[in-house]
T-cell receptor, first 113, second 114 residues
Framework: DAGITQSPRHKVTETGTPVTLRCHQT?????MYWYRQDPGHGLRLIHY???????DKGEVSDGYSVSRSKTEDFLLTLESATSSQTSVYFC????????????FGNGTRLTVT | GENVEQHPSTLSVQEGDSAVIKCTYS??????FPWYKQELGKRPQLIID?????GEKKDQRIAVTLNKTAKHFSLHITETQPEDSAVYFC?????????????FGAGTQVVVTP
């Protein structure tokens, strides 16, 4: 599993509440990514990071923010959750350079009611 | 940016037959093409990948082919088995992207019937 831990694994929250998902890695890899998975859309990139405090937006970043204050942790925050953000969220890392294979965590299933 | 299209969206095959999934990409500068398999309720897992300097790669019953001129690549699974049932995703990464971002296709649900 490339040493990736996502927490929580499941969460149910109400519309308008803030939510933070955590991705933790144990091996100090540089490149980390947050994807969301929805039926018919595959995996879509939300935000990514190429080092501590170095982050950038992906294709579906609206309504999300991220932080990476330590190499091992990449946090995804939904500032004010909406029903359209109900999804499965996957963290992924590259175990080498930006051209090395991408490995996924086990995912967080988020339901916004 | 890169755009990846994947076909078919669902594929049913008899056990022992072959399965083929096709993807097209838009960015001619793309140079890395991985394939992921995702079983129900699990994370996507890399099963095979190919780089643009190679036209074909095989790993046991799985093979991937790449046609750079036509900008398409395909996954071939031979002698399918029930455990091949899963969702398969193709992806592409461009050389102009220095941050390793992958663009994924929408996925193909493969069902292998005994």
């Amino acid at each position: 599993d490339a040493g990736i831990t996502q927490s929580p694994r499941h969460k149910v929250t109400e519309t308008g509440t803030p939510v933070t998902l955590r991705c933790h890695q144990t091996e100090n890899h540089r490149y980390m990514y947050w994807y969301r998975q929805d039926p018919g859309h595959g995996l879509r990139l939300i935000h990514y990071s190429y080092g501590v405090k170095d982050t950038d937006k992906g294709e579906v970043s609206d309504g999300y923010s991220v932080s990476r204050s330590k190499t091992e942790d990449f946090l995804l925050t939904l500032e004010s959750a909406t029903s359209s953000q109900t999804s499965v969220y996957f963290c992924a890392i590259r175990t080498g350079t930006e051209n090395s294979p991408l490995h996924f965590g086990n995912g967080t299933r988020l339901t916004v009611t | 940016g890169e755009n990846v299209e994947q076909h078919p969206s669902t594929l049913s095959v008899q056990e022992g037959d072959s399965a083929v999934i096709k993807c097209t990409y838009s960015d001619s500068a793309s140079n890395y093409f991985p394939w992921y398999k995702q079983e129900l309720g699990k994370r996507p897992q890399l099963i095979i990948d190919i780089r643009s300097n190679v036209g074909e790669k095989k790993d046991q019953r799985i093979a991937v082919t790449l046609n750079k001129t036509a900008k398409h690549f395909s996954l071939h699974i031979t002698e399918t088995q029930p455990e091949d049932s899963a969702v398969y995703f193709c992806a592409a990464q461009g050389t102009t992207d220095s941050w390793g971002k992958l663009q994924f296709g929408a996925g193909t649900q493969v069902v292998v019937t005994p």
